[in-house]
């Protein structure tokens, strides 16, 4: 007979059992201390790291590609020509941002190294977007602020949702690396009906871009006052700008500037008899483009500026009869020996008026004389019919012949393609046959006689590009391929890149390249 345990030990035995199958469970929870031995180092995986031990240079490059937008809003070199598209699509800007905001919520430390390219880029296309980042640059106002990774600033916005000037001197003053500004009508004027108002006028808006520290290399400056306003404020303003300014676009958006024409001119003589008498005319020494949007006699007045890297020029005026001043002849005699690109912009209905209006022997501007060393010109589809010789369209009224051009550009191709498919469409035409006009036009400009040494004709439509590329008016241009083959003339799309007869074929065939 088994000798019988007494209460002492059966308790002692059942609290050693306990103890052990704890010491057991508990091996599972907590981590072992790794072995001293090789035999153990082997087996116990290594522990890797959230974020790879990399550079912060290499942590930036990384981040910089991952973001990266097509083509760059920050090369500012690529938009010097007006070949080339300065604005990269609505859509890939908002892709790129979501990108970098998904990069900024990963961690502190990524949100740290992600934050530069956040901000690098500022696309406003809405009121509230403006405010909203100006009340960010505020409560985040300190030496480290995000206001200093601002390098380009884009204002596009629809007419009623203007920004306030007081937000955008927030921003102006907060970017403090600012190399790019665009404003195209998209600030509101100033209010002075109240006098404690205390929105800033767009002199004070052009004292804070302008400042002497800033590297600003583009500038798209809008006047909203008027022409006086620019002829007295923006012209010394400008000339406190940097000496790096590469490229300038000027508009003018004024109620008043039908209006206030002659007083212009009185402020241009004055200014003209000022600087006769010993003062220097604006100087901008490192100016390449030059795009206006303004009248005759500011014409005048950029005529007397120093522009001595002047090479491209862009001209859209909502008032043709510019053509005919004197202000636009002296333009061009001082500046037109230097061009070599020229784009001239203007609907077929400012032509047409013009014509109907203008003196009937009104002397014509010689162009090609004042431009001898012009190799490349962009021009719009809405080109009108010369009756007067109804077998010739000439890209451009001013310039109807150019012995050294070689690449003429046009624009708004789409547009004009959709206007005439709507207006000479019938159900018994042939395919391609309500494109006769533009394609009368397209092959005008191979007149050998007017155009010797063109080599290139360029679509820079977009849209027209999209059609072309999902085999809409195959025909057309199939026909217009195939006269500049003839002429031994290169078709290229807004991109650069030839037209094929083979890549017209796949998009026929719905093989979309």
């Known amino acids: 007979m088994a000798p019988t345990l007494g209460r002492s030990q059966s308790l002692h035995l059942l609290k050693n059992k306990i103890s052990r199958t704890l010491r057991g469970q508990r091996s599972f929870l907590v981590r072992r201390k790794p072995s001293e031995t090789p035999a153990a180092s082997e087996s116990t995986p290594p522990q890797l790291s959230v974020t790879p031990t990399l550079p912060p240079e290499l942590w930036s490059l990384i981040f910089r590609y991952v973001t990266l937008i097509s083509p760059d809003p920050l090369d500012v070199s690529r938009g010097v020509s007006f070949l080339n598209s300065r604005h990269c699509q609505m859509r890939d800007y908002r892709t790129s941002m979501c990108n970098k905001r998904n990069l900024c919520l990963v961690s502190p430390l990524w949100n740290a190294m992600a934050r530069e390219f956040l901000y690098q880029f500022v696309w406003i296309c809405r009121s509230r ?6 009340d960010t640059l505020v409560l985040r106002d300190s030496a480290d602020g995000d206001g200093r990774h601002i390098r380009r600033v884009l204002i596009e916005t629809p007419p009623m949702e203007r920004c306030s000037p007081s937000d955008v001197r927030i921003i ?3 970017a403090t690396n600012l190399t790019v500004y665009s404003d195209y009508r998209s600030v509101r004027r100033a209010r002075r009906l109240d006098p404690c108002e205390t929105e800033c006028s767009s002199e004070e808006l052009l004292s804070a871009l302008a400042h002497p520290s800033r590297n600003l290399r583009w500038l798209s400056w809008t006047n909203y006052d008027s022409d006086i306003s620019f002829s007295l404020h923006m012209s010394p303003k400008l000339e406190m700008t940097i000496a790096q300014l590469e490229y300038l ?3 003018v958006c004024s109620p008043y500037f039908p209006s206030i ?3 212009i001119l009185s402020v241009h003589q004055k200014t003209s008899s000022h600087e006769d008498n010993g003062h220097h005319p604006i100087t901008l020494p ?5 795009k206006v949007t303004l009248d005759n006699a500011t014409f005048a007045m950029l005529a007397k500026w120093a522009l001595p890297q002047l090479t491209n020029l862009s001209v859209v005026s909502a008032d043709f009869s510019y053509a005919g001043g004197t202000g636009f002849s002296d333009f061009f005699q001082v500046h037109g020996p230097k061009l070599t690109q020229l784009e001239l912009g203007h609907s077929s209905s400012m032509i047409e008026e013009h014509y109907l209006t203008a003196p009937p022997n009104r002397p014509t501007i010689p162009l090609h004389e004042y431009c001898p060393n ?5 021009c719009s ?4 019919w010369n009756w007067m010789n109804p077998d010739w369209i000439s890209p451009h009224i001013l310039l109807p012949s150019h012995p050294s051009l070689e690449l003429i550009g046009i624009k708004d191709i789409d547009k004009r393609l959709i206007d005439d498919a709507e207006v000479f469409a019938s159900p018994t035409s042939e395919q391609g046959s309500q494109f006769f006009l533009l394609s009368t036009q397209l092959a005008s400009l191979l007149n050998k006689e007017a155009f010797p040494s063109l080599r290139y004709i360029r679509d820079l439509s977009y849209g027209s590009d999209v059609m072309r590329r999902r085999g809409f008016v195959g025909k057309f241009w199939e026909g217009i391929l195939g006269r500049c083959k003839e002429r031994g003339v290169w078709l290229e799309d807004c991109a650069g890149v030839n037209i094929t007869g083979r890549g017209l074929k796949r ?4 093989l979309e390249e």
């Open 129 to 134: 977007q403006a405010q909203a980042l100006a």
């Open 172 to 174: 102006l003053d907060a």
């Open 249 to 251: 676009e000027l508009t």
């Open 261 to 263: 024409f002659s007083d």
């Open 286 to 290: 490192s100016l390449r483009s030059l």
């Open 374 to 378: 012009l190799r490349e010109f962009i």
């Open 381 to 384: 589809a809405d080109a009108e």
């Open 507 to 510: 998009a026929s065939l719905g």
